[in-house]
């Protein structure tokens, strides 16, 4: 399978805890993206990676949550002390970019978090 | 207000019929995209339409871009059922409006 993959797809959690997630993009695509959806709205922008540099946070990305992308290839998004409004879907997707040309970005399933 | 509005929120409509969603900008934009999602599922890319083009096709789907009204359509011709998802757009994979839930009638 060579799309965009997120692990796990499913996390129950107890308010407190700290969660990761993992997002595998797609191989040549340099450019990641984190979403937060919840049910009836549309994906909600949190951060994006070219290759391993963050170029952009939402301000939606409060200070409990980070993201990091290493070595340019896997991302991973850590939730600490999580809240039961934390409670959504995490969508990554990738994409490329060459001469600051965009493609489209593929998505992964996602990761449903569940804060209990 | 989020830019990335799409109209109508909801649409049902029977097999076979064409569906007009419309999506609505505040800025300027690099491209714009069209994505489908099936309940509880992730998303699927449509099409992307760059700033400087106004129109493009890919089988049954075609879409508008005006960059003077801040505004595109995704057409669907002869749907099916199978077609029925929340449709999204958005711009330059940064912010999705709320969609449009298309229901396609057997």
């Known amino acids: 399978d060579t799309g965009v993959s997120q692990d796990p797809r499913h996390k129950i959690t107890k308010r407190g805890q700290n969660v990761t997630f993992r997002c595998d993009p797609i191989s040549e695509h340099n450019r990641l993206y984190w979403y937060r959806q919840t049910l009836g709205q549309g994906p909600e922008f949190l951060t994006y990676f070219q290759n391993e540099a963050q170029l952009e946070k939402s301000r939606l990305l409060s200070d409990r949550f980070s993201a990091e992308r290493p070595k340019g290839s896997f991302s991973t998004l850590e939730i600490q002390r999580t809240e039961q409004g934390d409670s959504a879907m995490y969508l990554c997707a990738s994409s490329h970019s060459r001469d600051n040309r965009r493609t489209e970005a593929f998505f992964g399933q996602g990761t449903r978090l569940t804060v209990v | 207000s989020q830019q990335g509005e799409e109209d109508p929120q909801a649409l049902s409509i029977q097999e076979g019929e064409n569906a007009t969603m419309n999506c609505s900008y505040k800025?300027?934009?690099?491209?714009l995209q069209w994505y489908r999602q099936n309940s509880g599922r992730g998303l699927v890319h449509l099409i992307l339409i760059r700033s400087n083009e106004r129109e493009k096709h890919s089988g049954r789907l075609r879409v508008t871009l005006d960059t003077s009204k801040k505004s595109s359509s995704l057409l669907i011709t002869a749907s099916r059922a199978a077609d029925t998802a929340s449709y999204f757009c958005a711009t330059d994979s940064r912010v999705f409006g709320k969609g449009t839930k298309l229901t396609v009638n057997p």
């Open positions: 800025t300027s934009i690099n491209n």
